[in-house]
Each structure stands twice: as structure tokens, then as C-alpha cells.
């Protein structure tokens, strides 16, 4: 049911940064998202496989699954999908494993860099990635790389905190992300550290209409985005052109 394979790590110091800080808060990395979320990170992922809507049998492919709340949450929508989990944090993908054990469905975990995939052209008819594009190290090299991985009419769906446009919600949400999200983070997810980088990889993210037009650039048709909670989370998506 599953399966791990070594691959190529990322290059350079961001990428080793970001793999060893997930390594560090694997361990009770789900915790920490019930909690900081009040569990609205399990609807915002529905929301998000809503969006992506697979047929039945389909292949699809989490990007940077982390612990596989998304593959997951897919299996569960639809037990005749197989999914495939990519990830560079090995142990992030032990706990997706083990967590894969009560899980109906075909799981099956790769370890390797999203901007690199051991995967041929044309591999899959769907891909997802949940709160992750903000940490790699090159948005435009990653989104052609998922595009080259996807079968024609195949569609990305890409969930992630963004900048909220009213100023007034924007401030409200800084407020929690960036002095909140680290202390409580540090106490429940074990490392104040991490959960001060994860807002802070916000800041030079892309606001929503901008990613929409990377997408665009990218090479995706269709590209688009649906705001949540004011806009302070986004589901981003685009289809591989015929």
C-alpha cells in the first residue's frame, strides 16, 4: 500500500533550511495545524479536492505532502484513487505511512524535489498541493514542473494562506499570524523557531492575483482562485492545455 524511494534532495540553503525544520516538527506537526486552525485546515482541504474534483480511478499526485492530510482526505472522497505523495522530508513521510495504515485506498509516497520529479511526462490526471508552494525554493520552476507531470486537461489545485486586500482583515490576520502562529506553535508544535519561519514565508509570497497570473505564465489555462476566510487563504488552480 505503500512505498518510499530516495531521489534527488534540493539544492541549495533554503531547501536544506526548510527540509530540516519540517524534520523537526513532524512529529506532532498534525496537532499544531488542529490547533492553530481550529481545525479549519480539514475544510479548506475538502474545499480544495472539491475543486479539484477527480474522476473515479484517476492518478494523482500530492505535492509536498508532508504528513498526507490531503492524499488522505482524497482517499477518503474517492477509495478507487490512487495518489501518490512527493515529499523531501523523510520524515515527514514516515509519518504519512504510518498514518496511510488506516487509510482505504491505493497511498504511495516518493521521496524527492518537487522542482525535480522522478516522474515521466503525461504521469498523472491530477495534482494538489496544500499550504507548501510559499517554502519552495523557485514558484515558476515548480508550477512548469507540475505541468510537465500532468496528462492534457489534467488540473493543479494549490491551497495556501495569501495577503488578504482589505486592509482591516489583513491586519487582524497579521496580528495572529505573525504573533500568535509562533507561540503557540512553539508550544504545541515543538519548535518556536519553525512556526516564526512558517508565517514569515508569507511576506515575499505572492499576493493572490499575482500567483493567479504565475499560474498563467506557467503554461496553465484557466488559471484562477478561490479567496476563504477574507482572502487570507486562497485555493489557486489552472489546467494543462490539450
Avoid at 481550529?38 to 509536498?64: F, M, S, T, Y
Avoid at 494562506?161 to 504573533?179: C, E, G, T
Amino acid at each position: 500500500m505503500t512505498s518510499t524511494q530516495p531521489h534527488a534532495r534540493p539544492a541549495g540553503e533554503k531547501g536544506a533550511f526548510v527540509r530540516e525544520m519540517f524534520a523537526s516538527i513532524a512529529p506532532r506537526y498534525d496537532l499544531a495545524n488542529r490547533v492553530l486552525t481550529g481545525r479549519q485546515d480539514e475544510r479548506w482541504r475538502r474545499r480544495a479536492i472539491a475543486v479539484l474534483a477527480p474522476n473515479a480511478h484517476a492518478k494523482i499526485l500530492d505535492c509536498c505532502c508532508g504528513t498526507g492530510d490531503l492524499m488522505f482526505g482524497l482517499l477518503r472522497r474517492d477509495p478507487t484513487l490512487t495518489v501518490t505523495g512527493l515529499d523531501f522530508c523523510e520524515p515527514m513521510l514516515e509519518r504519512a505511512a504510518i498514518r496511510a495504515r488506516r487509510v482505504r485506498g491505493a497511498a504511495q509516497f516518493v521521496q524527492g524535489d518537487v522542482m525535480a520529479m522522478p516522474f515521466p511526462e503525461e504521469s498523472f490526471d491530477g495534482a494538489t498541493m496544500g499550504f507548501s508552494l510559499r517554502n519552495v525554493v523557485d514558484i515558476d520552476a515548480t508550477l512548469r514542473e507540475i505541468l510537465r507531470v500532468l496528462r492534457p486537461r489534467a488540473r493543479f489545485v494549490n491551497l495556501d494562506v495569501s495577503k488578504a486586500p482589505n486592509p482591516i482583515v489583513k491586519r487582524l490576520f497579521d496580528l495572529y499570524f505573525y504573533r500568535v502562529v509562533p507561540l503557540v506553535g512553539g508550544i504545541v508544535g515543538g519548535s518556536r523557531s519553525a512556526y516564526t519561519y512558517l508565517p514569515n514565508s508569507l511576506r515575499h509570497h505572492p499576493n493572490a492575483n499575482d500567483l493567479r497570473e504565475r499560474f498563467a505564465r506557467a503554461g496553465f489555462a484557466e488559471a484562477g482562485y478561490q479567496a476563504l476566510m477574507g482572502g487570507t487563504i486562497a485555493i489557486h488552480y489552472g489546467v494543462k492545455p490539450q
